[in-house]
């Protein structure tokens, strides 16, 4: 089963300031970027928004692994 669904053609930038906007709504930095692919995976805000939650500020807030590249490979 596929959880990719068909993103056609866009501007990346789009993506950029989404995540941008995100993190000034008050969204940690993993969530940030994950809300920003939100529509390319088969899966509710909800349950992205929990499950990147506590990748913010590297693991745990453990400040090792950058938080948006946790989101990023999500």
Avoid: I
Wanted: hydrophobic content about 35%; overall charge positive; aromatic content about 8%.
């Amino acid at each position: 089963q596929a959880y990719f669904k068909n993103s056609g053609k866009e501007n990346p930038m789009d993506r950029e300031e989404r995540a941008r906007q995100n993190f000034f709504k008050g969204y940690n930095c993993s969530q940030s970027v994950v809300l920003a692919f939100s529509d390319l995976v088969d899966l509710s805000e909800k349950q992205l928004l929990r499950a990147s939650a506590p990748l913010g500020g590297g693991l745990g807030r453990m400040r090792e692994v950058c938080g948006a590249v946790s989101g990023m490979c999500m």
